[in-house]
């Protein structure tokens, strides 16, 4: 069914999803502290961390657990809110809701029941990664957290083996060197990798390399701190005409027709029959 909702101003109940700084808060927008400065409650994956966060702005308000084991009791409790008329606003622990973090349900919810939802704009760590690991941009896809386990990861990471496009990873620090492992036997040493951590933070660092420079590099340091794992998409084999292709096609126009000669070189070599027949077109100029 077709909706069309307009969230930048209105007076009924609504449900503000919003970007919370990923380590320095002095990326808290304007804007995200005036939506939590004026909504009736605050619904947060941790409380402890969301009052931190509120005491630094000098803020108090009554808060409100939703975290990933209780998200469906939870968000029950604050649609029937919501559907009094209060005004709600959900944070995680950083960045954006929903991103790697709860969430999701509650907006579901939201939208099932013809709430409103307006996302407060923020923060995010795969974003500002993608953005300075000079890799391609205009298409990427982000994973976020893999499998804790070894065998599982491989086999989640070998669907992105051939992937043209950029890929993006979070990481615990402590299974780094492992999963860098993982990277080597699926993606290979020499695809470019740039491994981003702590960002926004005093030890903020970009290392960009390839995977087997990285993990080299992991043999020697521990790394510590929130990790992004920004990766090159494969790149596009370019169908290079070898001479025992052409040898291979001459042959063959000695005892078949054009056609059947490039259907059975193309066969052969698994390259697209006008890419032979063009060979065979160069072949007939030059006698």
């Known amino acids: 069914m077709l909706e069309r909702v307009s969230t930048f101003q209105n007076n009924g109940p609504i449900l503000y999803l919003v970007a919370t700084p990923i380590g320095n808060l002095k ?31 000098n ?20 649609i029937s809110l919501l559907k009094e008329g209060k ?6 622990d950083a960045g954006y809701p929903l991103i790697s973090d709860p969430g999701r349900f509650l907006a579901q919810e939201a939208r099932k029941n013809q709430i409103p939802i307006a996302v407060i704009n923020g923060p995010s760590a795969f974003l500002m990664a993608l953005i300075a690991s000079n890799l391609a941009s205009d298409r990427f896809f ?24 950029t890929t993006i990873y979070y990481e615990a ?7 860098l492992n993982d990277f080597l036997k699926v993606f290979g040493a020499s695809r470019r990798l740039t491994l981003a951590r702590e960002l ?8 960009y390399g390839t995977i087997g420079e990285i993990f080299e590099l992991l043999k020697e340091e521990e790394l510590k701190g929130e990790i992004v794992l920004v990766v090159e998409g494969k790149e596009k084999e370019q169908n290079t005409i070898s001479s025992s292709l052409l040898s291979d096609l001459e042959n063959e126009l000695e005892n078949y027709s054009p056609s059947v000669a490039v259907k059975n070189i193309a066969k052969k070599y698994q390259l697209p029959r006008g890419d032979i027949y063009k060979e065979y077109l160069k072949l007939k100029e030059k006698k």
Do not use: W
């Open 27 to 57: 990326e808290m927008s304007p804007r995200a502290l005036e939506i939590l400065n004026d909504v009736d409650l605050i619904a947060c994956e941790d409380t402890r961390n969301t009052r931190r966060l509120l005491h630094h702005f």
């Open 59 to 78: 803020y108090q308000k009554e808060l409100f657990s939703l975290h990933a084991h209780n998200e469906k009791e939870a968000s029950k409790v604050i």
């Open 87 to 92: 005004k709600i606003a959900y944070v995680s």
């Open 142 to 165: 982000f994973h976020g957290f893999l499998p804790v386990k070894s065998g599982d990861r491989r086999k989640e990471l070998e669907k992105f083996k051939d992937f043209p496009y």
């Open 173 to 179: 620090p402590h299974r780094l060197k492992s999963t």
């Open 200 to 207: 926004t933070k005093v030890h903020e660092e970009y290392i």
